[in-house]
């Protein structure tokens, strides 16, 4: 997973351009999981839906064509056979996600869960995950195992939503998750932020653990 992970920070590379870019690795992410679910994204959709400006959403699109992940088409942006391989790899490991409401466990005005299959033995405290969520404007991250039929802190053993059933509920009926997934959940008053930020963090768990 470390090779694809390396493919996503290539593609955020300068190229040789002295132009500082305005996206990175989690935006990516989300254009391939719009490309993967579309048979066609256009420029203004890849815009509103990654909050870049025009001329970030043009850069974006040649440097996945590059890579030959996409083509174009005057019916918008498509994933090419590599890429639509290249993005099902990720997905197997990454493969759901959720809004969560605020509650008693998780504190944000706009909580974004991501799920990550079978990766309990690469989590240590969750204060990684913390700060890699934090790098783009996270108010607050807390990572979760699934054990036993169970939500619990690494660490723990305790289910942490054994008093907020709703959330609970939630998270099984959203994300379906199995005996060592993770769940991060990152944090925010903005719903992007929370969301990119959630998904920053588990991108980076992948690149590093």
């Not at 256009?42 to 440097?63: D, M, N, P, W, Y």
């Amino acid at each position: 997973m470390r090779k694809n992970i390396q493919t996503l920070q290539n593609i955020v590379s300068r190229k040789g351009s002295s132009k500082i870019l305005t996206f990175s690795i989690p935006h990516v992410f989300k254009a391939l999981q719009m490309l993967s679910s579309e048979k066609f994204v256009s420029r203004a959709t890849f815009g509103r839906e990654t909050h870049l400006g025009e001329g970030a959403v043009k850069t974006l699109i040649l440097h996945l064509k590059q890579a030959d992940i996409v083509d174009t088409t005057k019916s918008g942006t498509y994933l090419t056979e590599k890429g639509l391989k290249f993005i099902k790899q990720i997905q197997k490991i990454l493969p759901k996600e959720c809004t969560i409401k605020k509650s008693t466990v998780i504190q944000g005005k706009f909580n974004h869960a991501i799920l990550l299959r079978k990766y309990s033995d690469s989590i240590k405290t969750g204060l990684e995950q913390r700060d890699y969520a934090i790098l783009y404007g996270s108010s607050g991250c807390i990572t979760i195992l699934f054990k036993n039929n169970q939500f619990v802190f690494p660490g723990d053993d305790k289910d942490c939503f054994e008093n907020d059933l709703l959330t609970r509920k939630k998270l099984l009926e959203e994300l379906s998750p199995q005996d060592k997934d993770v769940i991060i959940i990152s944090s925010s008053d903005d719903p992007f932020v929370a969301e990119i930020s959630a998904k920053n963090s588990a991108l980076w768990t992948l690149a590093t653990t």
